[in-house]
């Protein structure tokens, strides 16, 4: 063989050998396409305190499963110290490519969110909002609690016009929450926008984890500190407002129309329940179905998505027992929380 046939086949192969090389490196190196099936989503919830929460964790499981997503479900509780268990817990697991958080608190994540940052997570947050630096995570999706607050002052207003002065007492929500923390400073925001009634909060207390059973008996505190001068009540979520009623009716006094008005947050079945009896005189929309959102920004992580949204803020509407109870009840049919 000729040495000039033996050289073009020398060339002819590492030609072939670098065209296979460089196949396999852009092969290897093509960027992979994650998809929904791809995911496994390590979920850290705050806990189960309210008809709220437990929409807004079947919106994630009942997501999850549709769309072929692995879910690690975590129940914080609603303790702090649980939840950076998780997101450590989380960070170690090499099959979580993804932690969501929906927080109890709003800081003391800092630590966990960088730690889960170096180990390439995609991190990200719903339902409440935390202070900690937007580097930290991906983005935050969840409702404009300060303005839920504004639209529970508007509402407060509206129920008790014709009255020049009114005294509101607010049930607030775990204290350490952001949901809590922005109604309470929504509302007071808003209160003297009222033209038609000076209103004054008398007094506010919170009930630790949501407690519906702390907030009755807080509301029956009130009603011996404040004996015939609450004219209105601000729950912070469905929970609240209807443990003010009850402890209000097992009074002697009337929720609704002729007697202490309440406002609510969530617009929870339950709380259509007392809209649609006249008791509960409006509840402030809040969205718990959120988890379609969520998983599309985590797949956009996932596949290098850039330049997204630091926070998307829910679409919510608000509702009143003067809609009439058939109006209340054809919209609850269709609500699926
Ligand atoms: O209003 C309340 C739940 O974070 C928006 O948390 C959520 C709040 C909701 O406990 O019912």
């Not at 947050?125 to 508007?154: P, V």
């Not at 992580?301 to 630091?310: E, K």
Request: aromatic share 8%.
């Amino acid at each position: 063989m000729t040495k000039s046939r033996t050289l073009r086949i020398v060339v002819a192969v590492a030609v072939c050998a670098m065209v296979a090389g460089c196949s396999n490196s852009t092969a290897s190196s093509a960027k992979k396409t994650y998809t929904m099936k791809d995911m496994t989503v390590g979920f850290i919830q705050t806990g189960s305190e309210s008809g709220w929460r437990g929409a807004n964790t079947s919106s994630f499981k009942e997501t999850a499963t549709a769309d072929g997503i692995t879910l690690k479900f975590y129940d914080s509780q609603n303790k702090i110290e649980n939840q950076i268990t998780a997101f450590n817990t989380f960070i170690q697991d090499s099959t979580v490519n993804v932690i969501v958080l929906a927080a109890v608190g709003t800081t003391g994540y800092d630590e966990v969110l960088k730690a889960a940052k170096a180990a390439g997570k995609v991190v990200i947050i719903e339902d409440r909002r935390i202070e900690a630096d937007a580097s930290l995570y991906y983005t935050y999706i969840g409702s404009d609690f300060n303005k839920e607050g504004h639209k529970s002052a508007a509402a407060m207003c509206d129920l008790l016009k014709g009255k020049a002065t009114a005294n509101i007492i607010e049930l607030g929500g775990d204290q350490a929450a952001s949901a809590s923390i922005d109604r309470h400073k929504g509302f007071a925001e808003a209160l003297p926008d009222c033209t038609t009634t000076k209103m004054t909060v008398l007094d506010y207390q919170n009930a630790p984890g949501w407690d519906p059973v702390q907030g009755k008996a807080i509301m029956e505190a009130f009603l011996k500190k404040y004996p015939g001068q609450i004219d209105g009540v601000f729950g912070h979520n469905d929970e609240q407002a209807i443990a003010g009623i009850q402890a209000a009716e097992a009074a002697g006094l009337t929720a609704g129309t002729g007697g202490i008005v309440f406002v609510g947050v969530d617009a929870t079945a339950n709380g259509f329940k007392y809209l649609i009896n006249g008791k509960l005189g409006a509840d402030i929309e809040c969205n718990p179905l959120l988890a379609p959102q969520v998983y599309k920004a985590a797949l956009d992580a996932l596949n290098g998505v850039t330049g997204q949204a630091t926070w998307t803020p829910s679409e919510e509407g608000q509702f009143f027992a003067a809609q009439g109870a058939a109006a209340l009840q054809a919209i609850l049919d269709t609500r699926k929380y």
